[in-house]
Structure formats: C-alpha cells, structure tokens
C-alpha cells in the first residue's frame, strides 16, 4: 500500500485565522516584527487548529501580507493598550478593502486587571509588603492629541485598585501630563512600577528607566505587562470566545 497521502490528509484544518497587529518600530521594523512573531508562534501553540499571524503596522507591506494570507474574514486582534487613534481610525483603514472583525485592543480586556492582581500579589509576598503600605505607579503612554490613552490606563489602573487597595495609586505618562518623572518623585521604597505596554520596545526601553532614574525612583520596576506569561492565554481565550460568538447559529 503506498504511502502517499490525498491533500485533505496532509494540510490542517484550518477552521479559524486571526491576525495579531501592533504599532512597531518605523526606526527597527524588523525588530518589533520578530517580537510580535515570538507572541505568534506562542498562540501558534494554543490554537493549533488556527492560523495565527503577525504584522506591525510601522513594516512596510505586512499587514497586506497577512491579510492575503488569513483567507475570508480574519479575526483583527489590536495589540495596542488603549482604544485611541491607531485603533479607531489608522487600523480600521488599513484593513478597509478586505472582510475582516477588529476585536478590542489588548489593553481594555476585561482579564487584564485580573492578571496584573495575581503579578502584583506574588511581588508583594516576595517582597514582604503589605498592598496598604505599597505605592503602585502606572507607566503609560498617553497622549498629546487624545484623552483615550488615559482614559483607558486610569481605567485599568482603578481595576487594579479596586481589588487590591495600594496605600497610592499614581499615574505617570510619557507624552502627557502627569509626567513619569513627576508622578514617581518620593514614591518611597515600597513603589512598584507597572509599565502599562504592550511590549519593550521604543519608550520602555528609554524614556520609562530616564524618567525613574532621573527621579532617583528605587522601588521595584516591572516588565511591561504585555510580557508577562499569562498574556498568550489570555489572547488565546478572547479569540476563541469571538470565534464561538460569530459561528453560534442566530
């Protein structure tokens, strides 16, 4: 009996495609590219039966690429953390000419707060402090031409307060005021820094550690939270949740 196997043996079945979607970095296209891929082939492996893709917007012809590759209808998941300019108006238009459904950015996921509770327990038990005598800064982006960026950082970060009760909750942002640099000043030792990003790249890498360092801030500074290891299944849940939703029989 020959080994050979018909087409609809060997190729998956793919019943869902999703495309993940970032800003990247118009200086390093290729890097904040290969970033975005590392969470990809991560929800590659929680979904095996999807097609999973990545783009940033700043690489020249990606997003096209993928969205020739996805085949009808792709889910669009926005991994930008608030729901302002590039979700609204810059993303919506790149996708236009083609059938797609654009999901809610990663920032404004109703499983996020929970997430950032759960790190942010395990870094006080590590640390011996109690959340009472704890002061929790935000680090956003924010922005110079609209209010949603803070919008949505206060809202997670009052999420975060809601369950936890810091003995201070600030806000500091890169690109409106309250500044970083301003909101950390006699934060004391038992600070916590939460960048609020998505990823490592651009500002977390330069503005967020010039800030705290110019401020002589000595608490405890956190990777962005998009890194953090829950944040795959997190994605995962979501697409499979908008997948059943769209296929349910009306």
Known sequence: MSGTRSPSETMPDIRSSAILVSHGQPSEP??????LAVLRDQLRDLLPDWQILSATLAAPYA????????GPDPLIYPHFMTDGWFTKTALPGRIAPVKARMLPPFGVDPGLPGLAVRWLTQELAQKGWAASETCLIVAGHGSGRSRNAARDTQAFANAVQARMGFGDLRLGYIEEPPYLGDAVVNAGERAICLPFFAA???HVLDDLPEALDQADFTGLRLDPIGLHPEVPNLIAAVLGKA????????
Request: proline share 4%; aromatic share 0%; hydrophobic share 50%.
């Open 30 to 35: 290729d890097v904040a590219e290969a970033e």
């Open 63 to 70: 997003l096209q690429a993928a969205l020739d590759l996805a």
């Open 200 to 202: 490592r790249r651009g």
């Open 243 to 250: 997948q059943l939703v769209h296929s349910a029989p009306a």
